[in-house]
């Protein structure tokens, strides 16, 4: 297998290098020796895992468990996976929806984004670790369906994290699910391209955070989640777009959102 990322710090491991393919038993066993419990891997460079283990298996302890104040779990992440599986299930389809309407012109429906967000709060809740876990593992063709539901997930545990009241996690959550919406209008060419893009594609491929933020002004939505939309890709230094934003000229959400997106 291919070893994305050790899960535990460099001093944990033998290894010189961060990232590296497993080829030799030798350095199975030396991998199993230390006291890392948990890797990520990468199937598009190496081997899956074998078929026949489901991920529930696989699952404990997650990557950043033991990081300090985590607050106490509430179901394992074996069981919590369960439940978290079919919510992402839930929330391809209606992210699949939402990105098909707008290519094909038809009004949005956000109906059931807001109660998605919900059902996967009450997850991350139970147990952080599932939801956002499952939601990070991603195959080329459901990639930015996934990178919504990741980033979603992700915006609701930092939310919390940082002390925000319930309607506010639910806001970084809806902006999660939503701040990419504007790539509904990018063409698939230039969305799914496997190379590197040139400079016109460039200029269609930032412009996804104006033209989502156009399709979500009219939903009446809380302006610090059509902010987010806007301005995700905005940096501290100025450098980034569509407004070249600086500093605290950056909404809070937006920085949560940038934050959350560059992570995943
Ligand atoms: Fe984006």
């Excluded at 670790?129 to 919504?148: E, P, Q, V, W």
């Excluded at 809380?222 to 806007?230: E, P």
């Amino acid at each position: 297998m291919f070893v994305h990322e050790f899960c535990g710090s460099w001093m944990e491991h033998p290894f010189l290098r961060a990232r590296l393919l497993l080829e030799q038993p030798r350095d199975l066993e030396r991998l199993l020796a230390t006291t890392i419990r948990q890797v990520w891997i990468d199937t598009g460079k190496g081997a899956d895992i074998a078929p026949g283990i489901t991920p529930a298996e696989v699952s404990e302890p997650p990557c950043n468990e033991t990081s300090p104040g985590a607050p106490a779990r509430h179901t394992r992440t074996s069981v919590e996976l369960l439940q978290a599986r079919q919510i992402i299930g839930q929330a391809r389809d209606v992210l699949k929806t939402m990105f098909k309407d707008v290519r094909l012109g038809r009004p949005l429906d956000l109906a059931a984004s807001g109660l998605l967000v919900d059902e996967m709060a009450e997850s991350i809740k139970r147990n952080p670790h599932a939801l956002i876990g499952l939601a990070r593992l991603k195959t080329a063709d459901n990639y930015s369906y996934m990178h919504s539901i990741a980033v979603c997930a992700l915006m609701i545990g930092l939310a919390h994290r940082m002390g925000l009241d319930e309607h506010q996690v639910h806001l970084a959550g809806i902006a999660g699910l939503l701040h990419d919406i504007g790539k509904s209008k990018v063409p698939l060419d230039v969305l799914n391209k496997p190379g590197a893009l040139d400079a016109e594609e460039w200029v269609i491929m930032r412009s996804h955070p104006r033209w989502g933020y156009e399709i979500l002004l009219p939903q009446g939505l809380d302006h610090a989640v059509t902010d987010a939309c806007l301005h995700h890709h905005e940096k501290v230094d100025g450098t980034g777009y569509p407004d070249g934003l600086k500093q605290d000229d950056i909404s809070l959400m937006a920085r949560m959102t940038a934050v959350c997106d560059v992570y995943d």
